[in-house]
Structures are given as structure tokens and as C-alpha cells.
């Protein structure tokens, strides 16, 4: 599947992540504190609750209601109660937009 338009650059601050629906798959869109752009399920495998909703750390996005944390360039679990990876995507950032390929990048699908 080719890359899909998510969002602007501008509309996901640093530090802050952004829920879009691509294609029918909630995704989050993360500014990360190192300058990049991610892409990952947003959803926890956990709790099914929404990673969007949760604090970027790093490279780390942590889940609101229990505190697993992943990691947003693998989508493994970097903290409990979360022992399941989720998926991540790859992005490409062209003319100040935010592009997303629905192929998970680490095998992980949901």
C-alpha cells in the first residue's frame, strides 16, 4: 500500500500526538522530543484504550489509564503492564505533510 496523507507537520506539536484515521486505522501521529514524526497503532495492547491520549517521553509514548509505555520507533512495550508490542508504520514528512504506509514496519498487525 502506497503512503497515505495523515496530517500537516504543523498540526502535532513536539512533544504531542495526534489521533487520524488512515484507511480505516487509528493511528497516532507523534512529534517526538527528537525533532521526528511517528506513526504508531493507537491503540495499547494492553488495555485497548487510545495511545493518542498518553504522554510522549523521548522516543516513548505512555498509555493514560495504566502506564505502559512504547517505544515509537519499535512499538515494543518499554514498561508494565503492557507485554505486547503494537504496531508502528513508516512515515515520510514531503512539502510539510505527514505520510503514513499502513505495511507495519516491525510485523506486529492488530
Avoid: Q
Avoid at 497515505?4 to 507537520?9: E, G
Avoid at 502535532?12 to 521526528?36: C, F, Q, S, Y
Avoid at 494492553?46 to 512504547?70: I, K, M, N
Avoid at 512495550?77 to 514496519?105: F, H, K, N, Q
Amino acid at each position: 500500500m502506497s503512503e497515505l496523507l495523515a496530517c500537516a507537520v504543523d498540526e502535532v506539536a513536539k512533544g504531542a500526538a495526534l489521533r487520524v484515521e488512515l484507511a480505516g486505522v487509528d493511528i497516532a501521529i507523534v512529534h517526538a522530543d527528537d525533532d521526528n514524526f511517528y506513526a504508531i497503532h493507537d491503540e495499547c495492547s494492553h488495555a485497548a484504550v487510545p495511545l493518542s491520549d498518553g504522554e510522549v517521553d523521548g522516543c516513548t509514548l505512555e498509555c493514560w489509564l495504566h502506564g505502559s509505555r512504547f517505544d515509537l520507533r519499535t512499538g515494543e512495550p518499554t514498561g508494565l503492564p503492557a507485554t505486547e508490542p503494537v504496531p508502528v508504520y513508516p512515515v515520510e514528512i514531503r512539502d510539510g505533510s505527514v505520510y503514513v504506509s499502513l505495511t507495519s514496519s516491525n510485523g506486529v498487525t492488530r
